[in-house]
Nanobody, 117 residues
């Protein structure tokens, strides 16, 4: 069973930075997609940044140039460095992976990011 545990959320003023981490219970090489999504109050969950197995990274237009996705094989973490945060970045951030073999999707429980103006 794949388990994902996010950490690093919190409250920050606009212009500040946060780093989110997602710890996986199995090797990141098990997944063909790893990344972060977010859900703002009253809105649908949306893609923030995802990486393919080969390292191709896709960012939402709204975060390009401000957020950076990275992965560490040891420890098994998927990180999201967030700079120049804006109030519109407020929301619950979820880690997601898709397994190589069966396309099963796994989600973490989320970590809250609040950006005040």
């Amino acid at each position: 069973q794949v388990q994902l545990v996010e950490s690093g959320g919190g409250s920050v003023q606009a212009g500040g930075s946060l780093t989110l981490s997602c710890a996986a219970s199995v090797s990141l090489f098990s997944f063909k997609l790893t990344g972060w999504f977010r859900q703002a109050p009253g809105k649908q969950r949306e893609l923030v940044a995802v990486a393919s197995f080969y390292g191709d990274i896709t960012y939402a237009d709204s975060v390009k140039g401000r957020f950076t996705l990275s992965r560490d094989t040891l420890p098994r973490t998927i990180n999201l460095q967030m700079n120049s945060l804006k109030p519109d970045d407020t929301g619950v951030y979820y880690c997601k992976v898709v397994h190589h073999e069966n396309d099963m999707e796994y989600w973490g429980k989320g970590t809250l990011v609040t950006v005040s103006s």
